[in-house]
């Protein structure tokens, strides 16, 4: 069974950037289509961006596009968020999530396989 573990995220202020990883154990990533989440305090869990199986697609959420990039590194079964021009609405823990689907790579349910998410905080 394939397990995450993310990493990269700290502390940040406004404008800044940061790159999160999310590497795999216990098995590879060929397959399964790749994802972000992400939860701040209060807040439920939000998509934040996808990566199709294939590594021929990818996607965002509205609140990040042109911010955010999503890339896989398939030799080190690693999944990469890279994040720029960071707003302290970006604050949250952000989680990756792996599953063997083509289809609504958006929506956490279809997700099976989860990280342990890593804290990403946006001073003002």
């Known amino acids: 069974q394939v397990q995450l573990v993310e990493s990269g995220g700290g502390l940040v202020q406004a404008g800044g950037s940061l790159r999160l990883s999310c590497a795999a154990s216990g098995g590879t990533f060929s397959g399964y289509s790749l994802a972000w989440f992400r939860q701040a305090p209060g807040k439920e869990r939000e998509y934040v961006s996808a990566l199709s199986w294939s590594g021929g697609a990818t996607y965002y959420a509205g609140s990040v596009k042109g911010r955010f990039t999503i890339s896989r590194d398939n030799a080190k079964n690693t999944v990469y968020l890279q994040m720029n021009s960071l707003k302290p609405e970006d604050t949250a823990v952000y989680y990756c999530?792996?599953?063997?689907?083509?289809?609504?790579?958006?929506?956490?349910?279809?997700?099976?396989?989860w990280g342990q998410g890593t804290q990403v905080t946006v001073s003002s």
């Open positions: 999530a792996a599953a063997r689907i083509a289809y609504g790579l958006s929506f956490s349910s279809r997700y099976d396989i």
